[in-house]
């Protein structure tokens, strides 16, 4: 089957692209997140997709509609596999990012972050967010999917609630997965990778558990028997 594990590069160009060489592209495909790409550029996706990756672009764009879709079809040009937006950025810029991949041959995914790992009901209270939290990531994910995108990004402790919410057809990729539950680091809301999967993830992203590896191949393959 196709991996459903994302690899979190939150590294330097040159530690990233040593890890990169050391992984399976037909067992875990890459994210490449603010830190490499603002240091980087364009070229590591390059690279990244040259050594047979498909490439997770995780910029969070979040701005007014006009410059979201131009965004958006940047990532195009660059030819990633998946790209995110914020959804409280509202219907409009949801519409505009839709929108703009509509005129293009090859698309990537789009999906929309619905509220970070690292928030929790204390945090989303203090900047204004009085509702429940998990109330808060269905409703932006409802948005989401009735505004066109893929999918979303969630916690593994909304899976079950979003799955029974709008079923089986939507895309659900999963950050705050740790192969140790204990180990929560500035996550707040996490899960093993076994734990979001039967619950109904679609991807899972690793970070730390993988990066911090004597062995990285070794745990990914590990990781990847586990939940296949």
């Not at 219907?91 to 505009?96: C, F, G, N, Q, R």
Request: glycine letters at 6%.
């Amino acid at each position: 089957m196709p991996s459903p594990i994302i690899i979190a590069l939150d590294l330097d160009f040159k530690d990233s692209l040593n890890l990169a060489r050391k992984l399976d592209p037909n067992k875990c495909k890459l994210k490449v997140g603010s830190q490499l790409f603002t240091s980087s550029g364009p070229k590591v996706i390059t690279i990244l997709k040259d050594l047979g990756f498909e490439i997770f672009l995780d910029l969070k764009f979040h701005d007014i509609p006009n410059t979201v879709s131009s965004s958006v079809l940047s990532s195009v040009e660059l030819g990633v596999w998946m790209v995110n937006v914020h959804a409280s950025g509202g219907e409009e810029m949801l519409e505009a990012a839709v929108s703009v991949l509509k005129k293009v041959e090859k698309r990537p995914l789009l999906i929309g972050v619905t509220l970070l790992t690292s928030l929790d009901q204390i945090s989303i209270e203090k900047i204004g967010i009085k509702i429940n939290l998990k109330d808060q990531v269905i409703r932006l994910t409802k948005m989401c999917k009735e505004k066109g995108l893929d999918g979303v990004v969630c916690s593994p402790q909304e899976i079950s609630d979003i799955r029974k919410e709008i079923g089986k057809d939507f895309l659900l990729v999963t950050p705050g997965i740790r192969t140790n539950s204990n180990l929560v680091h500035d996550q707040k809301r996490t899960a093993t990778p076994k734990e979001a999967i039967e619950n109904g993830a679609n991807y899972i992203i690793l970070g730390r558990d993988v990066l911090q590896s004597i062995n990285p191949s070794k745990e990914v393959e590990k990781i990847y028997k586990e939940i296949s």
